[in-house]
């Protein structure tokens, strides 16, 4: 039976490149001369948002106006990897460049950011950056006193205190987890089967050292975050500082929650998949409102906005309160790619003024060799090795291939993936699969007999990677 959702059939695949490997960068005009020295950076996150579950990705329901503007103005990435298949090990890889079994980060709730790790935010502050957190953070805990969220306050678990002000960061609005998409302090009514609506959640935001957020919590959660992040982007414009700010929102992670005005485009299909739709797409009108926001004070230009999601979406099977992931297979918690290849998207006006679209593969872990690299700095403080890569030159249309394999590991499943070829194990290196992600991105025709010095070669590669990671000094 086919794993390829037959709603996706007639999305275009990657063209099958016969005499070459088949990666390429489609550029519209070229790199600006003139671009900024030090641009304003934004990441921004979905939590669990599927590689199909974007307007711009094919999804016939769901409304996404603003990251469809993005794909089609700025840079689209369509080979985007998160580096782990959940959470905490990708956000872990977002800040460091470096595969999270280098430091302890093996999975979700597990770990913590070690002090001995340098940051983005620690790198870019000494850049004279103000350096920023919103929404869900997720690589440590966030209190040592009180109750809060999966681990935080607990005794046995005041060793992974964490917290994104002990990692670089300036101003901070967070969680610790996840919490509900809409009235986030509230848990929702049918809940692990709550009835009570005034029940607490048990995950609460925080600005700082028990410093707990107790008002503007009610409504959307995204546009609760963004009330907060716009505030923190103005007060650094105002004093015409360069600022880092990382946007991690909890959409549509579990609990999906939306209010009426977005369940309202859905209204003819099952409640369930109304709140799943309804809060990506509220999602999607605070990135608007965050672009706009940018435009309106004039920086724009001079602002690297990414957006990516952490993983596969949650769930089974495609269904639409679970997400989809287009034509690939596997889900989160996968390394099949339905895992880990998610959206990407870059909107740099200064840098990229053109439409471009890189087919390339691109990573989490790329993104502080590629921002240093834009900044002409080198840092190697705490970050060796690196797993990532700087992406300036393939953006730039100045190499055609990234010609550096990216390794993935989570529980019992391994993978190794070069610029066409993907060698995967699932049951700790017994046995393998190798697909060619060129002709075959939906990883149907496994072709490890037919090529076994290929696997045979991938395998020692992906051993010596595996290795490197237990034998760092923080590794597993």
């Not at 503007?69 to 689209?76: C, E, F, I």
């Amino acid at each position: 039976m086919s794993l390829i959702n037959p709603r996706y059939s007639s999305i275009k695949r990657l063209p099958l490149i016969t005499m070459m490997i088949g990666v390429m960068v489609t550029v519209v005009g070229s790199f600006a001369q003139a671009a900024p020295a030090r641009p304003n950076i934004i990441l921004c996150m979905a939590d669990d948002l599927g590689w199909g579950d974007t307007a711009y990705n094919g999804h016939p329901r769901i409304l996404t106006p603003h990251l469809d503007t993005m794909a089609t103005t700025g840079v689209r990435f369509n080979r985007f990897y998160a580096a782990a298949p959940v959470c905490s090990p990708t956000r872990g890889s977002c800040l460091t460049a470096r595969h999270p079994y280098r430091y302890g980060i093996n999975g979700a709730n597990s770990g913590h950011m070690p002090e001995e790790e340098l940051t983005l935010a620690e790198a870019l502050k000494k850049q004279g950056y103000r350096t920023g957190h919103f929404g869900k953070w997720h690589l440590g805990t966030l209190t040592k006193t009180v109750r809060d969220s999966n681990r935080g306050g607990q005794e046995k678990t005041r060793e992974h205190y964490s917290p994104p002000w002990d990692n670089g960061f300036d101003v901070c609005f967070s969680t610790e987890a996840k919490v509900p998409t809409y009235d986030p302090m509230l848990t929702p009514i049918g809940w692990e089967n709550n009835t009570d609506p005034e029940k607490p959640f048990g995950t609460f935001y925080w600005t700082g050292p028990e410093e707990r957020v107790t008002d503007n919590l009610e409504g959307d959660d995204s546009r609760i975050i963004m009330d907060r992040a716009i505030p923190f982007i103005n007060e650094a414009t105002d004093e015409d500082a360069p600022f880092f700010m990382v946007l991690w929102f909890h959409a549509p992670h579990l609990p999906s929650v939306a209010g009426p005005k977005h369940r309202e485009p859905y209204k003819d299909l099952p409640e369930e998949a109304q709140h799943y739709f309804g809060c990506i797409t509220a999602m999607d009108e605070q990135i608007g409102r965050l672009r706009d926001e940018l435009r309106t004070l004039g920086i724009a230009e001079n602002t690297m906005l990414w957006f990516c999601s952490d993983n596969g979406p949650e769930g089974g099977t495609d269904t639409p309160e679970n997400g989809t992931t287009g034509p690939y297979r596997g889900r989160k918690r996968d390394l099949y790619e339905g895992g880990v290849r998610v959206p990407g998207l870059l909107e740099w006006p200064g840098g990229f003024p053109e439409a471009r679209t890189i087919d390339t593969a691109s990573c989490t872990s790329d993104y502080l060799p590629t921002l240093l690299d834009v900044l002409g700095i080198t840092i190697n403080e705490g970050q060796e090795p690196r797993d990532g890569i700087s992406l300036l030159p393939i953006l730039k249309g100045e190499k055609m291939i990234r010609n550096a394999p990216i390794g993935f590991a989570h529980g019992t499943q391994r993978s190794w993936m070069d610029d066409q070829y993907k060698l995967i194990s699932v049951d700790n290196g017994k046995t393998f699969e190798l697909y060619d992600l060129i002709a075959d991105p939906g990883e149907q025709a496994n072709l490890a007999d037919e090529f076994p010095d290929r696997v045979d070669s991938m395998k020692k590669a992906m051993a010596a990677w595996y290795k490197s990671c237990r034998d760092d000094s923080r590794g597993i």
